[in-house]
């Protein structure tokens, strides 16, 4: 339809839908921004949650192994406490059990962080049978 002198109503003109390649590096840009930004936040989580776990877990190990003296005299093997051991703490510390007949009889476990928990801050976390508690930084217990 022509359009009339005088008209407010224009021809319509057909769409061009959709974004130009300068949007889209746009938004590229913001999310490599964004993750950029989010990702060691992320890893350091991971890393703290696997702390904490690992922490709990040598905390039962040691309560079984007091347990453990208490009915036999003795202290047990890693295997013999009964206490399994977690996937996530399994991917993160190697688990270390040492015990002595004594007398005293004592013993210590270890958790020596590997992979990715290497880069974890608190290091090598010990408990032995007096309940000390030890790692490279302190306020990691």
Sequence with gaps: MPRQPGSNLA???????????????????????????????????????RRAETVAYLQTVAAREQQFLVDTRAYATLAGVGVALPDNVSVGYTITLTNSAGPPPVFTVTATPRGA????????????????KTAAVAGCW
């Excluded at 839908?17 to 993750?35: N, P, R, S």
């Excluded at 880069?119 to 000390?132: E, F, H, M, N, Y």
């Design 117 to 132: 928990q290497s880069a974890d801050k608190c290091g090598t976390l010990r408990i032995d049978q007096a309940g000390v």
């Design 11 to 49: 021809v319509p003109r057909s769409c061009a839908c959709g974004f130009t390649l300068v949007e889209l590096m746009i938004i590229v840009a913001i999310v490599g921004i964004l993750v950029a930004v989010a990702l060691p936040n992320y890893t350091q989580h991971v890393r703290t949650n």
